[in-house]
């Protein structure tokens, strides 16, 4: 008999009859005549009651053995549950011991610190919280992929070993061979020249826009930036459209309607696992969700966000200044204090973007934005590209950039350029929203920060 997924068992509205589950034992409890397994199989949040009778068909080799983590099979016909906060339960006929559990099994039926869990990342997804956080995770990729879909983006791969910073910062990580000796002696590199893990896939993803018009990238990208806040990790994934024919205004139309889209889903398609987190890690987290998809973005420029910020009385700890970027507390009086609904800020001084942002006419500012949701503060960067040759040459210049370097960049610009735009989504910045987990580790299974990349 195949097996069944408890998922699928506890959404049915009358008893599937008999079926086959396989999962883990989370608790088990033993009477004279009988034991009730609790046991999961990742597919919910949810556990399947297991009662076996001590007569049933490996009773003595699997259920007496059977403790917390160890992997059973069961078969049985699942019944209308006489326990509280359960439809169904599962009539053993059958119990398989599949995988027994040292007794040392860490994971036991009490509460664990993030930290004690982050340091057993192969077990953590078994717990709670961490199979509702990357259940999430899963279904998020595939909204976003739905969303672009459905607008008809085409999904390119862009490389993750590159020889350009597309941010111009140098936090990047070198690629060498793994002795390491081309870096050591000025030996030739192995790629011919040095090259980089990528920290964005925007350059490239602007060649396939000029050809194919509006398209994304979704994929890791890494920053050799030694951080330790619960906002940076060194390796994390990357959502880029980028449109051509598209200037700044139609740029956060889509950023703002891809964030309501996956807000919506989640809220949709992941109830149980949201309400778990909202119970047990942000109880505000679903009526903030729900104000996000159900209120209309703000928008308001730098300029007049500075002003409004050096205005309100409040007390930052950091400066607000025009020149500076908004921080983090800025960024969330905006949108949970003053607004009191996502706003995205636009036309940011030139002096603090990239070079590849548009220059706005005033000579002062660029064509760029940041959306900010409340709870996380910026969530999408993004901005209308300089399309102008001229303009794009001085740019490379002033942040002190090497032209050779772009030459394949500035030839979009030579042959047929038109306005384009774009931004980038931080997969885990969207996950630490949408499941109201405060630091970036615990929304990735295997998280790589300084100091720290085990497994």
């Known amino acids: 008999m195949a097996r069944t997924r408890i998922a699928e068992i506890l959404k049915q509205d009358t008893p599937p009859g008999t079926v086959t589950v396989m999962g883990w034992v989370r608790t088990k409890r033993e009477a004279k005549s009988f034991s009730f397994l609790e046991i999961n199989d990742g597919s919910c949040l949810a556990n399947l009651q297991v009662v ?27 019944v209308p549950s006489q326990g509280q906060g359960q439809r169904w339960e599962l009539q053993a006929t059958k119990v398989e011991l599949l995988g027994a559990a040292a007794e040392d099994y860490p994971l036991q039926k009490k509460g664990h610190s993030m930290e004690f869990l982050r340091g057993i990342s192969h077990l953590r997804p078994r717990s709670n919280l961490f199979g509702a956080v990357f259940r999430m995770r899963s ?9 672009f879909q459905e607008r008809g983006f085409v999904y390119v791969h862009t490389p993750i ?11 990047m990580f070198r690629v060498v061979t793994m002795d390491g000796e081309a870096a050591k002696s000025g030996a030739e590199e192995f790629f011919g020249k040095p090259t980089y893990l990528t920290v964005s896939g925007q350059l490239e993803g602007e060649t396939f826009a000029s050809a194919l018009s509006d398209i994304y990238t979704f994929g890791p990208t890494f920053r050799a930036e030694n951080s330790h806040t619960s906002r940076h990790a060194s390796e994390f994934w990357m959502i880029e459209p980028e449109m051509a024919f598209c200037d700044l205004a139609g740029d956060m139309d889509l950023a703002e309607e891809m964030i309501r889209h996956l807000v919506s889903d989640a809220l949709e398609s992941c109830a149980e696992d949201l309400a778990f987190c909202n119970q047990f890690v942000d109880k505000g987290l679903v009526e903030r ?5 159900d209120q209309a973005f703000e928008r308001i420029s ?3 966000a500075v002003e409004l910020l050096r205005a309100s009385g409040e007390t930052f700890e950091y400066p607000v200044e025009y020149g ?18 996502p706003t995205t800020v636009y036309d940011y001084p030139k002096e603090i973007k990239p070079f590849y942002m548009r220059r706005n006419d005033d000579g002062k500012t660029v064509a760029a934005m940041d959306l900010l949701v409340p709870g996380i503060g910026e969530i999408v960067g993004g901005s209308q590209r300089e399309e102008r040759l001229e303009v794009l040459r001085a740019n490379l210049a002033e942040h002190g950039l090497e032209e050779s370097h772009y030459d394949w960049y500035l030839d979009l610009r030579r042959y047929g350029t038109v306005p384009h ?15 109201g987990v405060a630091n970036i580790r615990d929304v990735i299974p295997f998280p790589r920060t300084p100091g720290a990349a085990g497994f």
């Open 302 to 304: 730098y300029t007049d």
């Open 161 to 171: 070993i590159t020889g350009s910073d597309c941010e111009g910062a140098g936090e």
């Open 324 to 341: 500076l970027n908004l921080q983090s507390e800025h960024e969330r009086y905006l949108t949970e204090k003053h607004f009191r609904r």
């Open 139 to 147: 279904r998020m990729a595939y909204a976003i992929h739905r969303f």
């Open 52 to 78: 076996a009778d001590r007569g049933v068909s490996g009773y003595d080799e699997s259920v007496v053995a059977a403790r917390t983590g160890a992997s059973v099979k069961v078969e049985g016909t699942v």
């Open 289 to 293: 969700l729900q104000l996000v998809r």
């Open 421 to 435: 735009a774009g931004f980038g989504l931080g997969f885990e910045r969207l996950l630490m929203f949408v499941t």
